[in-house]
């Protein structure tokens, strides 16, 4: 999303301008919201606030008039917000949002747009020819076939820039979501399809949080095993010192692989609290905790979600 605001901007607020001003680099209050962009419209200066979700959210609406609140008060200046659903969805609340008084008068209207991607032809969002909306076409409606997947591929390679290699990061992750997770012929498919490109997508962030995961199942193999044979060597003369600097050193490790891996998936789904979980990395020392806020962050669907688990792991840790 960040890596193409101009194309999203285009896409479902036309007519805005991108100032290359993100929500992270606004100074004063916090407003945790998915993205929140400066723009400019009609020669003054607005707010564009994108909000995306996998799933229904019956708070929304009052999520929306918080954040529209909060960034009103900051920066004086209209915030037109966006709730985008990356799968069906039921009972999504429907714009606007009134308050009423008990003898119903109306004192607050709040109008917001909202998008259901696989509602919304593929072709047409192939047809805006916007880099930045081609990792969506899978989960647009039609979308997840392959014939279509080569068609994004087609439009993103060679890639030689840093923003197509993000872009087609994207597509393999997105893709690999719009088929069902128990269809292991076009799982299968989507992995072989992208491996002649691993070379393009090894810096990116989206690649690098695979690896992570992947890194961390294998080390957990291992430690398992190496306690095994740890257990059957502990008759020996001398090894319990060998085993407690051994443990040491386990420890660490653990550690550093936690706090790697919590970043990179902050990185790579909420990059707006990146330097809050790099406190949260430096201060606990305790690896089940980290390890129970990698688990509590990583299963967040909401950036709410995971600023809420990062706050958890903070407060526990002050208790300690």
Not at 153 to 182: C, G, M, N, W, Y
């Amino acid at each position: 999303m960040a890596i193409c605001a101009q194309d999203f901007i285009d896409w479902i607020a036309p007519g805005n301008f991108f100032t290359g001003k993100l929500s992270e680099q606004f100074e004063s209050i916090s407003i945790e919201a998915d993205a929140i962009h400066e723009t400019i419209l009609c020669d003054k200066l607005a707010l564009c606030h994108f909000e995306f979700q996998s799933g229904p959210d019956s708070h929304m609406a009052q999520r929306i008039l918080e954040y529209l609140i909060l960034a009103y008060r900051c920066y004086d200046c209209p915030v037109t917000s966006y709730v985008i659903y990356l799968k069906p969805c039921k009972n999504v609340p429907v714009p606007p949002l009134q308050l009423t008084r008990p003898d119903g008068k109306v004192i607050l209207t709040l109008e917001y747009e909202v998008l259901v991607l696989p509602e919304i032809p593929y072709k047409d969002l192939l047809a805006k020819d916007l880099k930045g909306l081609l990792p969506l076409v899978p989960l647009a409606a039609g979308g997840a076939k392959r014939e279509v997947i080569e068609e994004v591929i087609r439009r993103l390679v060679p890639a030689h820039d840093t923003i197509s290699k993000e872009v087609l990061a994207l597509t393999q992750l997105f893709a690999s979501l719009a088929f069902d997770k128990d269809d292991r012929e076009n799982q299968e498919w989507i992995i072989g399809r992208f491996a002649m490109y691993q070379d393009i997508l090894r810096d990116t962030p989206a690649y690098q949080h695979i690896l992570q995961m992947g890194l961390q199942e294998g080390r957990q193999k291992g430690l398992q095993e190496g306690r095994q044979e740890g257990r059957q060597e502990g008759r020996q003369e001398g090894l319990q010192e060998g085993l407690t600097k051994g443990r040491e050193e386990e420890r660490q490790a653990r550690l550093q692989d936690q706090g790697k891996l919590l970043l990179a998936i902050v990185q790579a789904r909420f990059p707006t609290l990146h330097k809050q979980a790099q406190k949260q990395v430096s201060r606990i020392k305790d690896v089940a905790a980290l390890e129970k806020l990698v688990i509590s962050v990583g299963s967040a669907i909401t950036l709410e979600d995971a600023q809420c688990a990062l706050l958890a792991g903070q407060a526990k840790k002050q208790h300690d």
